[in-house]
C-alpha cells in the first residue's frame, strides 16, 4: 500500500495535519512520531497564550486530548523514529530507525526542534546528573534547594518562574542585561523575590562529583568569576531545527534550506520539492507558537489534500 500522506513529527503541527488530512478526506495517513504525541510543549510548565484555553494549565494538558481527535477521524500513528525520507518518481520513501520503508504520495515534515547545548565545560559530563533542560521533568528533585537557569529568551524567564515556585531560590544567569522574553514575562521575573539575577555573565563550569553536580562558575564582563553552589543547572538557550531526515545519503537536503537548516517554504508550506510540505518550528520565520504550528499543520494539509487529488486523479 502507498500511503496518501506521510506526516514525520507528532507536535501540534503534525497532529493537526493529521486532523486536517483525514478529516478532509485523505484515508491512508500515518504520522511517525518518535516520542510521545504532543512536541516540544508538554515539557512546558504554564501555557497562557493558546488561544480559547485559560486557566492554570501545563503543556502536557493542552496536548492530551489532540492524538485521540486525530485518530478519531483515520489518522494511524506510528511510534516510531524515521531515519530518512527520499523520493523517487512520484513516490516518497519514509525510511524508519528499524530499516523498514514505506512508501506514500506525498509528506509533511514537522520534526520541530530541539534544545541547544549552551557549550561550556561539564555541560555534557553532567548532563542528566544536574544538567538539565526541563523543568517540568526534573524541577522536583531540587524541591526546597538552590538552582541556576541559564539564558534569557521566554523558555529561560518562564522556567525560573515556575522552578522559583519548587526551588529555595533560583539564580537566573544571562550573557546580557536585556532579556528577548516577552516584556510582561520579564516584569514577572523582577518582582519575584526568589529570583536572582546574574546578569552579563556567562557559564564558565558546572563542577560536582560522582552524586552530581556541586555548581557553577560563571564569568562577568569585568572578567569576576562568581562561584554559585548549587546541585541543579537548568540551560535554556535556544533550539535547533530538527532536518536530519531530509539529509540524504550523498548528504545533500531533499530540499531547500536556508543558513540555519530551516526548510524553507511559500505560503502554502510548499517546501523547493513537489509533493513535499514543512510545517511549524522547523520551517524559515516560523513564530515558534503552538497556535502558529497548529495553523501551519492545517495549511500543510489542505495543500497535500490539493496535491493528493491533482496527482491521482
Ligand atoms: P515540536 O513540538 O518540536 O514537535 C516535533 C515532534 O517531532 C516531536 O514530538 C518529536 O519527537 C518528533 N520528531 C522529531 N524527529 C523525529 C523523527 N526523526 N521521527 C519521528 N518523530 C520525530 N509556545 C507557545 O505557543 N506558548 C508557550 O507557552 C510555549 N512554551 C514553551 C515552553 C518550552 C519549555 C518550550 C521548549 C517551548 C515552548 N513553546 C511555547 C514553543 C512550542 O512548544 C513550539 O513552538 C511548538 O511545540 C512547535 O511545534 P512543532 O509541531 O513544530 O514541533
Ligand atoms: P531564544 O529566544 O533563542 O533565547 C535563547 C536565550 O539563550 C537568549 O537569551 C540567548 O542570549 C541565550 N543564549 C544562547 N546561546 C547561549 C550560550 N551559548 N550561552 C549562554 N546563553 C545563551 O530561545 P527560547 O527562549 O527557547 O525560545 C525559542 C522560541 O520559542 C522563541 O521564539 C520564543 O518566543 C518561543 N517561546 C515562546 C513562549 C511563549 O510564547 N510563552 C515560551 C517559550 C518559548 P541572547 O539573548 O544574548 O541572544
Not at 508550506?269 to 513564530?287: N, Q, V, W, Y
Request: glycine residues 12%; hydrophobic residues 35%.
Amino acid at each position: 500500500m502507498i500511503l496518501d500522506c506521510a506526516i514525520i513529527g507528532g507536535g501540534p503541527a503534525g497532529l493537526t495535519a493529521g486532523l486536517y488530512t483525514t478529516r478532509g478526506g485523505l484515508e491512508n495517513v500515518t504520522m511517525f512520531e518518535k516520542g510521545m504525541p504532543g512536541g516540544q510543549i508538554t515539557q512546558s510548565s504554564e501555557i497562557e497564550n493558546y488561544p480559547g484555553v485559560t486557566g492554570d494549565i501545563t503543556g502536557m494538558d493542552l496536548m492530551m486530548p489532540w492524538p485521540a481527535q486525530c485518530q478519531k477521524f483515520g489518522l494511524i500513528h506510528d511510534m516510531a523514529e524515521v531515519r530518512r525520507l527520499s523520493k523517487e518518481g512520484d513516490i516518497f520513501t519514509i525510511t524508519k530507525s528499524d530499516d523498514t520503508t514505506i512508501q506514500a504520495h506525498s509528506a509533511i515534515i514537522c520534526t520541530g526542534s530541539s534544545p541547544r547545548r549552551a557549550g561550556f565545560k561539564g555541560e555534557d559530563e553532567f548532563f542528566g546528573r544536574g544538567v538539565s533542560t526541563c523543568a517540568t521533568c526534573d524541577g522536583f528533585f531540587y524541591k526546597g534547594k538552590e538552582v541556576a537557569v541559564v539564558g534569557g529568551g521566554d523558555t529561560a524567564l518562564e522556567e525560573a518562574l515556575y522552578l522559583a515556585k519548587i526551588c529555595s531560590k533560583v539564580y537566573l544567569i544571562h550573557r546580557r542585561d536585556t532579556f528577548r522574553a516577552a516584556p510582561n514575562t520579564v516584569k514577572r521575573v523582577k518582582e519575584n523575590e526568589k529570583i536572582e539575577l546574574v546578569l552579563n555573565s556567562v557559564p564558565q563550569e558546572v563542577y560536582g562529583d560522582a552524586s552530581g553536580v556541586n555548581g557553577i562558575k560563571v564569568k562577568n564582563n569585568e572578567g569576576d568569576i562568581q562561584d554559585i553552589g548549587v546541585p541543579g543547572v537548568f540551560t535554556f538557550v535556544g533550539n535547533d531545527v530538527n532536518n536530519q531526515t531530509l539529509i540524504q545519503e550523498d548528504g545533500t537536503f531533499l530540499c531547500d534550506v536556508n543558513e540555519q537548516g530551516q526548510v524553507i517554504v511559500d505560503l502554502s508550506m510548499k517546501t523547493s520539492l513537489p509533493g513535499l510540505f514543512a510545517a511549524g518550528d522547523m520551517r524559515i520565520e516560523a513564530p515558534k507558537q503552538v497556535v502558529s504550528a497548529a495553523g501551519d499543520g492545517a495549511v500543510a494539509a489542505l495543500s497535500v489534500i490539493s496535491y493528493v487529488d491533482e496527482l491521482l486523479n
